[in-house]
Each structure stands twice: as C-alpha cells, then as structure tokens.
C-alpha cells in the first residue's frame, strides 16, 4: 500500500508571503498598531512566530532532566500540591494539615508563627513523617529547633522554610554546614518582587540577583556553591500573563544553571529549586469567584512551566479567612489539573512551541543582563540599600496600576462588566482586603465608599442610560456607559426613547444620552430646556467625544464619558457630587 504524505497538501508558505496577505487584510492600516504587542517587560510581541524565530536559540534540543535545565528538572510534568494552612496553634495547624493530606494535598505550607518550643514543634509534626512540610514565617530559632529533631529524628519526607537567604550570611553558611540532606532552610523570595509590581523579566532578574549574592557571600565563608544551592528554594509569584509566566520559570531555571555552572557546581548541583503560587496582586473582592479561574489558568502556567511546588490560593484568601469550602476548591484545582487534565503526565509540553522558546530566551537574556546591570553596580544587597530596587519596583508598579486605572489591564468584574448590584462591604475582612497590594484597590475604593455611604443612611445613585437615535450607535455607548458607570456601584438602568421630553420626565439622579455624535447637539438643546421646564437639575452626561463640546456645554451638558475618559477620576467626581465621600 502506497504510503500517504498528508503534509504534501500543505506546502510551505515563505514569512514574505504571510506578510504580503496580512497587508492586504490590512488595507492599508498600521501594522504596528494593529498587530504588534507591547509587553510590560519592553518585549515588541509579534503577530505570529516561525521555526526562524528560533535560530541560535541556546538548548533547544536538551531533554527534560539535561543542563541548563530549560526544558524542566524532572523527566515528567507532575509537581507537588502544596496546601497553605493558615491556623492559630499548633494543634489546629497539624489537624487541619492532615485533613488537607488526606484530601489530596501532597505537601504542606504552614503559613503562622507556631512553634516557640521541640513540643509544639513535635505536635505541629506529628502524623506528616512522609509529606513535605514548608515553615512560610521562619526564624533563626525554629531552624535550630528543626536542625535539633532532623539530627535525631530523621524524616522520610524534606523540609524547607522561608527563612530569608541574605537575612544573616553568617548564620545562613553555620546552617548549612550543619544541614542534613532534604532539608532546605532558606528561600529566595521571587514572588515579593511580582507583588511589589516586578516585570517576568525584573522577577527573574533580582531573584538571579540575589541567588549569586548568597553563593558569593556563603563561598567566602568556606561553603561549596552546590551544598548551598541544596539549601536554598527560590519562590516565585504566577501572575497572569499565561505565556510570560512560562516563560519566566523555564528561562529562569537557564539562567541559574549558568550561574552554578560559573560558581563551579556540579550539573547535577545546578537545578534550581522552584515553588510557585498564585499571584495575589490580580486577585478581586468583587465578582470574587471569578479568582477561581485566574487561578487556574496562573496555576497551569506554573505546572507547564515546571515549578517543582505549587500553592494554590483560595479565591477568597484576599479579603477573608477562607473556609473549608474556599480551601477545598483550591486543592481540586490541583486535583484536576494532574488527574483529570493529566498536566502531569508530559515534561515541558509548551517545548518547541516558537512563541514560548522565543519568549524564553528573552526572558533569560534580559533577566541575565538585569543581573550584571546589579553586578556592576556592587551586587544586590547594595543595590537595594542605594534603592536602585526599589526604585525599579516603583516604575514597574506605577504603569501597571495607571493601566488598571485607565482600563488598558482589564480585571473582569472589578473595571469592566462589573455587577453593579453586587455587595462585598458585610463579607469582607476590611484589614485583610487591605493588607496586601492588589491591583484592583482603587476600583474596589470606589465601590466600597458607595455601600458605606449607603449603609449610613444615603441613597445609591441611579443612572440612566437614555439610548435614543442612531441603533448602532446607542447601543455601543450605552454598552460602555454601563460598565463604566458600574464600576462606582451606581444603580444602572437603560432604557430606549424617541423623544427628548420622554427622557426629561424619567425619575433618576444622572443622565447619560447614548446616541451618535451628529445628534448630541440637536438632543441636548431639546432636552435641557424641558428639563428646565419641568424644575428639574438632573445632571447631564454624553457617552462619547462630539467634536465640539463646548458647544453641548453651553446647552448645559455637565460631562462627558468616552474611552479617554480617566475612570476613577471622573467616577470619583460624581461621587462627590452625590454626597458620597469618605
């Protein structure tokens, strides 16, 4: 039987002639405005990415398990589930760490300050000989208090804390010179740069930063540099940008193998140790179940980028203590992802894939330059105390909080298609919604200064939406009005009119026309002097930018709302004008 070449009927196609069909698709529109992305890490992203986007990319035919380690440590895809447990004592931690074991946890972060004695510590144990336990808040004496019970009771499973790597060198190269196999006492904490606003690359870059200040600094205190890579666990924060993060993971794991390899570890001695968790700053207080799918698209990009732990977080977890049933759906994310998605099964699967293996050597060259560029300047630590980091950290953070404020980085539910119905101020812990940085905040304010005042005895303003004129039109601006005024809280309701005295008897606090521009004029001077009429101040606003609008103010048009328009700002002055302040 003739063997068919199915690929045959599909012959190559040149990057000209891609080129040539995307300028006719075009029409003459800009190409760079209207296919080229502009990442937060300064990384031009192209349309679509060819096999010579890949020409002397470094590694590219390792296997999963080879040094640099780009394509994973590990032969398989599978990680640990790690499980946060966040309780008062140690008794309440170690019940509730094995009742998250037996329903599918596979290791155990504990998250408080429990252990002040071997007792407590031996309680807090008991029962987890064979799982994985990380101590998140450890200080120089719960490691002594674990090198004391490793020394005479050694465990079958390891344990790590998250005692701070650079927090004292000279205790750091006394523990691990005494540290027994399994046990990781130090983390470098990755996951604090992303929250503090750090780019994939800027993660990468400062966590590399810092993992050659520690090698350095314990060499010289007569430490080999792969006993001290044995001894560190690097932590890192799974945001949102799905590609990006799998990206960070895998490239950072190059750059850090190439480190070893310049501090003369061995191969085998140069696989970084990675855990991951849901970043916190994209999480929301409203719409807060939609946290449950940005979870599980962050907690994917760590597994398929390779992370060797990965936590969780329970979607509630930003404004509450989270209960049984918030806890239990994180661990069934996991769940999922290895048993029913079979995530676990295949090592690198994005391998190959041209966009993440050009993402990836991006990733490890701007991060390794970052690196030198910290180098050159003295090396991490004084870096960060002349607050070059810092400083870095703040630009970061500042265009990325200015895109949620303007709505370029949309955060479903909280800027855009929020329900304005929904109430969080009776559910949520105020201190903890407050206590760590979240990108949604200053949409959350808005809302939340809206039911307090309600709850004082106010009254939610009423918007309406009055869709009159051109339908295509109408329905657009009254689309973007809707969710643009949501945002505050506001009581929303859209209705169709035909005439402008039908709109001017409508009982409401504010009006929005949502019409086409070329009518605007012609509405407002027929609407505002019946609103006269009628003894009525109702405030008028236009959904959209007329190109005369001084000429709709003169008819008295109060505002305007279009997509320039700077959301927080202008909802926080009709706040004001409805008696609405904190």
């Known amino acids: 039987m003739a063997k068919e070449h199915l690929l045959e009927e599909f012959p190559p196609i040149s990057t000209a002639a891609w080129e040539a069909a995307i300028a006719r698709d075009l029409k003459g529109a800009d190409y760079e405005k209207k296919l080229i992305w502009r990442s937060d890490e300064g990384l031009a992203v192209k349309p679509y990415y060819r096999a010579g986007d890949l020409k002397d990319l470094a590694c590219l035919n390792t296997a999963p398990g080879e040094f640099p380690y780009r394509r994973g440590a590990r032969a398989t895809g599978d990680w640990q589930i790690r499980e946060k447990i966040d309780a008062s004592n140690a008794e309440e931690a170690n019940r509730a760490a094995c009742a998250a074991v037996a329903a599918g946890a596979e290791g155990i972060a504990f998250s408080g300050r429990l252990v002040l004695s071997s007792g407590e510590l031996s309680l807090l144990l008991a029962n987890l000989d064979k799982v994985p336990v990380h101590f998140e808040h450890a200080d120089e004496r719960l490691i002594r208090l674990l090198l004391e019970r490793l020394d005479k009771r050694p465990r079958a499973a390891g344990i790590s804390t998250g005692c701070d790597a650079l927090g004292s060198v000279g205790f750091a190269a006394d523990v691990i010179h005494a540290a027994q196999a399994g046990f990781v006492p ?28 520690f090698l350095a600094a314990v060499q010289e205190r007569g430490v080999e540099a792969g006993r001290t890579a044995a001894a560190v666990e690097f932590s890192f924060a799974i945001g949102s940008n799905y590609f990006f993060q799998i990206a960070k993971l895998r490239a950072f794991r190059m750059v850090w193998a190439r480190v070893m390899e310049s501090f003369r570890g061995a191969p085998d001695e140069a696989q970084a140790r990675i855990a991951a968790r849901t970043s916190r700053w994209n999480k929301t207080v409203y719409d807060p179940h939609v946290n449950i799918l940005r979870a599980t698209t962050e907690a994917m990009a760590a597994v398929l980028g390779g992370a060797d732990a990965v936590i969780v977080a329970p979607f509630d977890a930003c404004y509450r203590q989270p209960d049984e049933a918030s ?191 070329a009518e605007y004029a012609a509405l407002a001077a027929e609407l505002m002097p019946k609103l006269k009429a009628l003894g009525r101040s109702t405030p008028v606003i236009v959904a959209g930018r007329p190109e005369k609008p001084e000429e709709l103010m003169a008819e008295g048009v109060a505002d305007f709302v279009h997509a320039r328009s700077h959301p927080v700002d202008v909802l926080t002055r009709w706040q004001e004008q409805f008696g609405i302040k904190d």
């Open 186 to 213: 130090f983390t470098i904490h990755g996951e604090a740069f992303e929250e503090a606003g750090a780019t994939a690359v800027e993660e990468a870059g400062f966590a590399l930063a810092t993992g050659v200040e």
């Open 327 to 517: 806890r239990r759906l994180a661990r069934n994310t996991h769940l999922l992802l290895k048993h029913e998605a079979w995530l676990g099964r295949v090592a690198d699967p994005a391998g190959g894939s041209y966009y993440v293996e050009a993402l990836t050597d991006f990733v490890a060259r701007e991060s390794w330059k970052l690196m030198q560029e910290i180098e050159v300047r003295g090396g991490y630590r004084k870096a960060q105390a002349e607050g070059a980091i810092a400083q870095a950290l703040w630009r970061s953070l500042a265009a990325r909080e200015q895109a949620v404020a303007t709505r370029r980085r949309l955060l479903t539910g909280t800027n855009q298609y929020a329900n304005p119905a929904e109430r969080a101020l009776e559910r949520i812990d105020t201190e903890r919604a407050s206590g760590t940085g979240r990108g949604a905040r200053i949409y959350e304010d808005l809302r939340l200064r809206t039911e307090r005042h309600v709850a004082a005895g106010g009254k939610t303003p009423r918007v309406l939406l009055a869709e009159i004129g051109d339908v295509k039109m109408r329905m657009a601006r009254a689309n973007f009005a809707t969710n643009f005024f949501a945002c505050a809280g506001f009581e929303i309701e859209a209705r169709r009119f035909r005439k402008a005295a039908d709109i001017a008897s409508a009982e409401c606090d504010l009006i929005v026309l949502c019409s086409s521009d």
